[in-house]
């Protein structure tokens, strides 16, 4: 890695296949990044079992979330695409760091608040806590920028804070990251319901799409999607929340602006517009499912890719954890 280019970290949960929402306000973009930056991709394994997985699932999702990434066009050469579990590092600063983490801070965050109610008989430490893991995710590797959706950004403002709290009482320790999120598709809503962002443990499976649905699913999909009873295409999210989202994902698969879209579609009814946007999200998907297709075949490959960059992030991490422990008053190993 190089040593003057920034560093970008990111990850997603392996708690499923990844929806549309995932890959346009995430994965999409960090395909951008790869040369301009130094990039660490994460499946983060141990974010997902804070609710309950089923173990031969959780290690299929994860490799075929990792398969995912490559299949959108992260190189593994150029990227440390890796397991979050195969570096103890953050485990272990996720601890330290729990220690400087108030439990008022946690109470405050939306997604344990709604995780806590949707898992209401498993609400455990972990998914209480799960912010400063994703704190210790992003610091241990002196992170410059976060691109994420905007449902992360409390979770990241929380790891600019510990960040800050630690360097005040130690020292110059972390560098204070970033966010960075895109103006357009940062929010992808649901199908069914666009007040509400798409989500992959959505129970309605027209809410979303998943990237690995066929044709097929996806123009039912969009054809199904709600609108409102007006018939212009306009972008609006206010009072047409479900045309305005469906412009948004048209937006970022073509790169045309609302301006242009709503030209394009004027005078026409929700009908064409609906399956124009599933046209462009079957053709946006296609090369990524057909690599993706072709990567499963080969286990030898990412078996390799799995080991050599797991290492790369063990001594990457490393350098940080040391550190870190030094800092706080831990006993080095004379050598
Ligand atoms: P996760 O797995 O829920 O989502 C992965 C990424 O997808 C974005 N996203 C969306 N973007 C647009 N529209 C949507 N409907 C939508 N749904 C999800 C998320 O913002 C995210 O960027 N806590 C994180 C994972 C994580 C992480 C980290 C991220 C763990 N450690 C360190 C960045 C840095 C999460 O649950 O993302």
Redesign the pocket.
Known sequence: MSEQKKVI?????P?GV??L??Y???LKNWTNLQDEYNCLY?I?DM?AITVRQDPAVLRKNSRDLLMLYIAAGLDPEKNVIYMQSHVSGHAELAWILNCFTYMGELNRMT?FKDKSQKHSDNVNVGLFA?PA??AA??LLYQTDL???????KQ?LELARDIAIRFNNTHGDTFKVPEPYISKV?????SLQDPTK???KSDEDTNASVSILDDPDTIVRKFKRAVTDSDTVVRFDPENKPGVSNLMTIYSVATGMTMQQIETEFEGQGYGSFKLKVAEAVVEELRPLQDKFKQLAKDKTYIDTIIKKNAETANYLAAKTLRKVQKKVGFVPISR
Not at 9 to 13: A, D, E, I, K, W
Not at 146 to 152: F, K, T
Not at 185 to 189: D, E, L
Request: proline content about 3%.
């Open positions: 970290f990111s990850g997603m949960q708690s990844i929806t929402g995932n346009l306000g995430a994460c983060v974010h997604q799960y893991l994703m995710d992003i976060v691109p994420v959706g905007v449902d992360q979770h598709g940062a929010k992808i809503m962002k798409m989500s």
